[in-house]
């Protein structure tokens, strides 16, 4: 039977680096919930208020974002964005 050793000082010299970790993720965490509060408010407003063109276009939109898997969407933006540079 092996005996698998902790090793306690990696482990607290290996702490800074998790915490900051944490703390990018938990900002990354907070700017994508608030442009995705503010978007999803703004297109729920054109839903309801705005010409039948544009609730259209919004539906469309939607549709399609809610259709596709999230990794075929980042493909996407990734290819977008590398072509616009």
Request: glycine share 10%; with cysteine; charged share 5%.
């Amino acid at each position: 039977m092996e005996v698998i050793m902790i090793d306690i000082g990696f482990i607290s010299s290996i702490i800074p680096r998790l915490l900051y970790g944490a703390a990018i993720s938990l900002q990354i965490a907070t700017l994508a919930f608030c442009i995705g509060a503010a978007g999803g408010t703004l297109l729920g407003i054109t839903l309801t208020r705005a010409n039948r063109l544009l609730q259209l276009v919004v539906t469309g939109f939607v549709t399609i974002i809610r259709g596709t898997p999230m990794l075929v969407q980042i493909v996407f933006l990734y290819l977008l964005l590398s072509a616009l540079q």
